[in-house]
Every structure is written in C-alpha cells, then in structure tokens.
C-alpha cells in the first residue's frame, strides 16, 4: 500500500521534531555567570546577565519519601524549563501547610540563611500559596516568592506561539494574579470627608476607587474581553471538527503527562514535523493531522497539552476549548513515559484531570508506554500488567509502532455496514469515499460501472444503496 505524502516527506526529510520551531526557541539563550569585567566603567555600563537563581521548597504532607523526592525533582525540571538555575532544594515534613508561612515561621528563618549563603535571588514553593501566604514568607526571606503555579504559568506563557494560545495563557495568568494584587500606600486614594477625614473637611475627598480596585475592575474587563476572543477563535476549530463529524471520519486524541512523548509518537505516526523538546510543555497549540490503519482505514489524530500533577485550574478553565479535543474523540492514546520514576503517578495526575471534562468517561483508552529504549523491563511489565489495554512503544526507534497501529484500527468504531453493489461511472466520488472512509475488500470494473465490495459508515451506505444496484441484480 502506498504511503501517504506526508509520512513519505517524513521519512525522506529528516525533519520528525520540528526542527525549525526548534531552531528558533534555541535561537537566543541567556547564559549562566556571563559577565563583562571592564577596568574603566565610566565609559561603558557594567552588565552582568546570568539565569535566575532559585531555591526549591516543598512541603512533604502524605506518601513515601520518594514521592515527595520525585515531586520537587518535577519542580526542578519545571524551574530549569522557565530559565532558571536550581542551587538547592528542601523538603519540609509537616501534616498540613503552615497557613501563615507554607513551611512554618522557624523553617521560614533557615530558609533565609541558606538564600543568603547560596546567593539565590528567588525562592519556589512546591505548591499553591495563598495571598498572605505569599507575603509573609517574601516579608521572611527577602527575595522574591512565586509557587508551583505561577511557575507553570510562566512556562505557558514562554510556550504559546498561536494568538489563541497566547488568549488562553493570559487569561489564565489574570485568574491567578486577581486575588494576589497589593496596594501600595500612596497608591490609595478613600473616600472620605468631614471629621473621617481627620478634620481636613472639605477637599479631603478622594475619587472613590482606591488604586487596587481600579486595577482589579480592569483585570476583570479584560478578562471577559478575552473570554469572548477565546469563544470566537474556537468556532473555526469547532467547524472543522463538525465537518469531520458529518463525514464521520473516527477521532483519536493523544492525552497524557507533559514531556511523555506525545508530539514524538504524532511525528512516527504521520509524519506532522511537531516541534519536539525534551522540556515541560514544549508544545501548547493542538495539532490534528490525518493517519491510516494498516488497513487503509483513514481517521483524525490529534496531540493535546500535556498535563501535570496539581494543574492549576485556571489552566484547566482557560484550555477548556482545546481540551474539547479529547471530549470529542472516539479513541484516547494514554502515553505514559516508561522511563519516569513514578509512571503510575503520571497515570493518576491525567486522569484525574480529563475526569473533570465532560463527556470523556465512556471513550476507551489505549495506555502507550513510550520510550521503551530507555525504559527498566521490569517497568514496562508492572505497567502492562496493571493496565488491561495497554502497548509498549517507542516514538524515537519505532518500536511497537506497527502494533499500536493495528490496536488502533481494532478499537475504532466498526464499520458495521458491507456493501456489495454496482456503482454507475457518473458517480465514482463514492467509490473514492469508500477507499478513503472504508474499508474496501475488491473493486470489479464491468461495463456499466464499478463492483463495489466494502465495509463503510451508515451515511456512506445509504448513499450507495440509493444509487447503486445489487450484483444479484446485475443482467
């Protein structure tokens, strides 16, 4: 059978990890401990540009302590993906968060020694940290205090290339900042009069509105704005899928944890040249592309936004369009990264995400195990025994690929109509349809037109029942 164009430019190019979206992220990098050490400054600024330097903080509440290890090694990968250098990393064992300072006031107090030892300039907690929170433990260490969120959503941020990607993150990052704003004391403006006004009397009013309620009032405005452009860019996507929908081509959608290989296994499956990075959340926008079974069956595979544990749900809420996607779909690809220290945990962190989606419960599930070049045996073993249907795979070899295809072509909808008429000439566009949408079994060329035998859709065969006849009819 032959290939299709895109799986042939694939393979003959080269070109399976986006290498040119990639070539421009890599263009420009900051550069760790670059200084220019001048003798005469007078003329020339002194300039030092170098990472960001951090120490990571986690609160270790419930599981092992390998869980928790395995947690702020995550954060790690996190904080090194925004442009970050990592100097040291601490677990604090407590039952619940210190509500006033996340690690308690006294731990709060040795945080800061080792901030000043080590020279960091920005402290990240391993969690979401309340308003007060926030700034109790800023007021403690010194630097600068962001958590597990706002690191998440800084990545995103980095990440969106598509102006409704770029929508969605922004709308999300004003979510999260609305009930962190601060006022700042000669930013504030009351209103007030009269002895309240400490005997200034009158003109001692102010407009009405201190400075954060502005700011809070534009927040809002511009988030509704945003909602409504997120709300119109999705209807061209809604289009398209409604469109596939009417011609009932079967959807397959790609979920899983983030750097799990699933823009690598969209490239090995169609050849789309995704852009492919071994960092979190290298690839934000959706891609749906065309694929085949081995038997020629055609149907839509699509990759989604990764996901990871404690997703913030102001991402949830803003990628609720592009996680329509799976909703959406007949078939769901679970990948799994084979070689990750708690694969398992990366399977609960997913589905606990796609549970609050609508209408992703009944859609069967296929677990691929990827990376299985880089994988211990005796975890891919754990993982296919625990998992009914589940493949082991590898994006980067090819290996299993083949075999996840066939799983593919067998847990898709059936083609639950056979045909098996003559179509008339004038009318080869079904025959075309069938070849691409079915499954075809012989085609029989005779003087009045095609012998058509084939499995396909119901719309497909009430169209061909309409105008073709029977072979036992044929005289």
Sequence with gaps: MHKNTALDEFETTGF?????????????RRVAGLSTELQDVSEVEYRQLRLERVVLVGVWTSGTAEDADNSLLELKLLAETAGSQVLDGLIQRRQKPDPA???GSGKALELRDIVESTGADTVICDGELTPGQLRQLEDTVKVKVIDRTALILDIFAQHAKSREGKAQVELAQLQYLLPRLRGWGGNLSRQVGGRAAGGVGIGGRGPGETKIELDRRRIRERMAKLRRQIGGMSTARDTKRQARQQREVPAVAIAGYTNAGKSS??????GAGVLVEDALFATLDPTVRRARTPEGRLFT???TVGFVRHLPHQLVEAFRSTLEEVADADLILHVVDGSHPDPEGQL??????????????????IVVVNKADAADQEVLD???????????????????IPELMGLIERELPRLD???HLLVPYERGDLVSRAHKEGEVLSVDHVEDGTVLHARVLPSLFQELERVGKPVERVS
């Excluded at 296994?265 to 169609?270: A, C, E, G, I, Q």
């Excluded at 609960?348 to 599930?365: F, K």
């Excluded at 754990?382 to 299993?400: C, L």
């Design 16 to 28: 399976d990890t986006g290498e040119f979206d990639l070539e421009e992220r890599q263009a420009l």
């Design 101 to 103: 300072t996340y690690i």
């Design 265 to 270: 296994l969209l490239n090995r499956v169609t």
């Design 301 to 303: 595979i699509a990759d």
């Design 348 to 365: 609960a962190a997913v589905r606990e995400v796609l549970a609050d989606l609508d209408g992703v419960s009944g859609i069967p599930e």
């Design 382 to 400: 754990r993982i296919t025994r625990r998992e009914r249907r589940s493949i082991v795979v590898s994006a980067r070899t090819g290996k299993g």
């Design 417 to 419: 109509h056979e045909v």
